[in-house]
């Protein structure tokens, strides 16, 4: 039932060396998943299964591979449930020449005051495209969410770009 995930998702089935592709996919989708659920204010998240399994061969599934080593998704995990998270108010992942990027911190604990710096970067280089830089963000007490105004980047190309979320306390 599973056969057609990697179309379905990514466009393709993907091959058998391509293992570290189907790592980082299944890694990036957890991410965005677990985000979006912290969003909205679940508690956790079901994995289907955790170690080893008949399905350790797709996207989806385990955590840990066969031999008890933890795939990319397992510290992806770790991650997500950090205390801190920043990231987009939404789990796109294409944006088009109009978007704009909607960043947000989630909060878990006490009251803060952070700067969050959104970095666009070129996939290729790494080099630095736009940058925007949100300074004495105020993060109430609790689970929250806080939603910071909307920019558009300087994008004036095509291209495959890498958005990183930095949080610093101020």
């Not at 969003?39 to 399994?53: E, N």
């Not at 449930?81 to 944006?95: E, F, K, M, T």
Request: with cysteine; hydrophobic share 35%.
């Amino acid at each position: 039932y599973e056969w057609e995930y990697d179309e379905g998702s990514i466009g393709r089935k993907l091959q058998y060396n391509e293992w570290r592709e189907s790592q980082a996919w299944q890694a990036f989708s957890s991410y965005e998943a677990i985000k979006k659920l912290r969003q909205i204010d679940y508690d956790g998240f079901s994995w289907c299964c955790l170690h080893g399994g008949a399905n350790a061969g797709t996207y989806q599934k385990p955590a840990m591979d066969f031999t008890g080593h933890a795939k990319l998704v397992f510290h992806i995990h770790k991650t997500v449930y950090q205390p801190l998270l920043a990231g987009s108010n939404n789990v796109d992942i294409v944006y088009g020449p109009d978007d704009k990027i909607t960043p947000m911190v989630l909060n878990l604990g006490k009251k803060r005051t952070v700067k969050l710096s959104v970095v666009v970067k070129d996939k290729f280089n790494g080099q630095e495209i736009d940058k925007k830089v949100y300074k004495n963000v105020i993060l109430p007490e609790g689970r929250t969410v806080t939603e910071l105004a909307a920019f558009k980047p300087k994008i004036d190309k095509e291209g495959l770009f890498f958005i990183e979320y930095i949080v610093d306390n101020n």
